[in-house]
């Protein structure tokens, strides 16, 4: 086994749990519009995606909207399918929809939690909080009824507007965006090319969890997993895998280098069984020439 794959067999083995932060629960949903113009020979088609923030009492999650919409019409369709199969064990499809992408802020201990997901498993990527040096002055605007004051700072490469709510005192928003004395409802970059848009406040309606049974997810086929997962919770899945962002990168750039080799080498080990199937070559992926994340120097 090179060097390389066994970095990776390490880390999927030797990795722990998340460790769960102070429980917190949603009580609020702020809606967005997201927009990042991602290839700048193509601006007039950006990227988009409907996304939300979930503000409990003292922290925030941030996730896709069109995801969570698509798990809850997967899992109705998925037990009409099981009702209408003769065995119970339906050939049904899921579609990837929505970033896989979550930011968990939690200000009160200065911390970000960015969930990513990769050959299936969970990881949660620990990190401070950014520093952001808003300056506010004086401006104020309503957004969906809620009062909001205007905000600029500078933050990885780009000069950004904010409108946050006092009204609402949790310091988080979506993104990495954060800092301010409320939640940040609307936010753009100065050249447009990045934009978090108003879509809507809702209240969080609360969900039932912990009726019946409990099942370990490990024993449901993957298509399941994370059907039941309480979106109002505001912490990683159950089950992530802690890390840092610096081995994350090692694993995605493995998998890109050599996909079937991981495969092999985490089998071959004593970590989780992944299954027997030749990966075969990457997609292309889209052209991004313009990451939202610029280095400072542009």
Same mark, same amino acid.
Request: cysteine-free; glycine content about 14%.
């Given at each position: 086994m090179n060097r390389q794959l066994l970095m990776v067999v390490t880390l999927l083995t030797t990795c722990i749990a998340a460790e769960a932060q102070k429980s917190d629960t949603a009580r609020l949903l702020v809606h967005?519009?997201?927009s990042w113009v991602r290839d700048t020979a193509n601006r007039a088609h950006p990227y988009t995606e409907n996304m939300v923030l979930y503000v409990g009492k003292n922290a925030g999650a941030y996730r896709s909207y069109d995801g969570v919409v698509y798990k809850a019409q997967f899992k109705k369709a998925f037990a009409e399918a099981v009702a209408a199969s003769p065995d119970g064990h339906p050939m049904i499809n899921r579609r990837g929809v929505g970033s896989n992408i979550e930011y968990y802020q939690y200000p009160n201990q200065q911390k970000l939690l960015t969930k990513d997901q990769l050959m299936a498993n969970n990881y949660a990527i620990e990190g401070p909080l950014p520093m952001i040096g808003w300056k506010t002055n004086g401006d104020t605007a309503i957004f969906g009824g809620l009062h909001c004051q205007k905000a600029t700072?500078?933050?990885? @490469?780009?000069?950004?507007?904010a409108w946050f709510c006092p009204d609402l005192p949790v310091r988080t928003g979506p993104w990495k965006l954060t800092g301010l004395p409320g939640v940040i409802v609307d936010a753009r970059d100065a050249k447009n090319e990045v934009i978090f848009q108003f879509d809507g406040v809702e209240k969080a309606v609360p969900t039932s969890q @912990?009726?019946?049974?409990a099942v370990d997810k490990k024993d449901l $086929? $993957?298509? &399941?997993?994370? &059907?039941?997962?309480? *979106?109002? &919770?505001?912490? $990683? $899945?159950? @089950?992530s895998i802690k890390t840092t962002q610096k081995d994350f990168d090692k694993l #995605?750039?493995? *998998?890109? #280098?050599?996909?079937? @080799?991981?495969v092999q080498a985490v089998n071959a080990g004593n970590g989780p069984k992944m299954d027997q199937v030749k990966m075969g070559p990457p997609l292309m992926g889209p052209v991004i020439n313009n990451p939202i994340e610029l280095p400072e120097n542009q």
């Open positions: 967005y519009k997201f700072g500078h933050f990885k @490469g780009r000069d950004y507007t @912990g009726n019946g049974p $086929p $993957p298509i &399941l997993r994370d &059907l039941d997962d309480d *979106m109002n &919770l505001i912490a $990683p $899945p159950a @089950g #995605k750039e493995a *998998m890109r #280098k050599n996909p079937n @080799g991981v």
